[in-house]
């Protein structure tokens, strides 16, 4: 069984489209995250959840918006796509607190043409 | 704003050599610091978590100490294999910064030659 899934895995679309990528937890943890990879490797956070509710809400463009409709599931929608926007996109989660490893998903590598 | 280095960016092994993979920040203001394993394709798994108030935690064959003062941390893994090859990242939480807002190094890529 999966611990964090998110779809697709490969996502490639023209400059302009609209697309989504989902993310889903099956730990029971109350904490979810989108984290970006960029081409240079560094993963910068971007938003997170805690039980449907938004903690974390990085400087990322309004293009960008997060929904999560239970506390396993955290989407990302992203409006208007721009080249800059290629990247790898992880779900994580974890359960919070002290004891705050993260769980990450296996990654959705989105490409703006 | 803290900064998080690894060198070397990358470092090629023979089979049963320890690997010595090194982490060091800026900010010393830490709540935790944690070593991440990535792998082509996949996501990140957790290594090694340590607090502020550690010195060092091991699992198995993997080894993390965390000098907070001088803002380093060192991933030692004992007679390294081929199936250690991946990216290791450390990532830091700041002490004002939320649960999982970490900040992640660029990682440092092993690979272990048979």
């Known amino acids: 069984d999966t611990a964090v899934s998110q779809t697709p895995k490969y996502l490639v679309t023209q400059m302009g489209n609209d697309k989504s990528i989902k993310c889903e937890q099956n730990l029971g943890h109350d904490t979810m995250y989108w984290y970006k990879q960029d081409s240079k490797k560094f993963l910068k956070i971007m938003f997170s959840?805690?039980?449907?509710?938004?903690?974390i809400n990085e400087t990322v463009p309004n293009r960008f918006s997060p929904k999560s409709p239970d506390k396993a599931h955290l989407n990302l929608h992203i409006n208007s796509l721009e080249l800059g926007d290629s990247a790898v996109y992880f779900c994580?989660?974890?359960?919070?607190?002290?004891?705050?490893?993260?769980?990450f998903g296996s990654g959705t590598q989105l490409s703006v043409l | 704003k803290q900064e998080v280095t690894q060198i070397p960016a990358a470092l090629s092994v023979p089979e049963g050599e320890n690997l010595v993979l090194n982490c060091s920040f800026t900010?010393?203001?830490?709540?935790?610091l944690q070593w991440f394993r990535q792998d082509p394709g996949k996501g990140l798994t957790s290594l090694l978590l340590?607090?502020?108030?550690?010195r060092e935690q091991t699992s198995g064959r993997l080894n993390a100490s965390l000098d907070k003062s001088s803002g380093r941390s060192t991933l030692y893994i004992a007679a390294s294999q081929p199936g250690d090859s991946a990216t290791y990242l450390c990532?830091?939480?700041?002490?004002?910064?939320?649960?999982?807002?970490?900040?992640f190094g660029a990682g440092t890529q092993v690979v272990v030659t048979p």
């Open positions: 900010d010393s203001a830490i709540y935790n």
């Open positions: 340590i607090q502020s108030s550690q």
């Open positions: 959840y805690n039980n449907k509710e938004l903690i």
């Open positions: 990532a830091v939480r700041g002490t004002t910064d939320s649960w999982g807002k970490l900040q």
């Open positions: 994580a989660s974890s359960q919070g607190g002290s004891g705050e490893k993260l769980f």
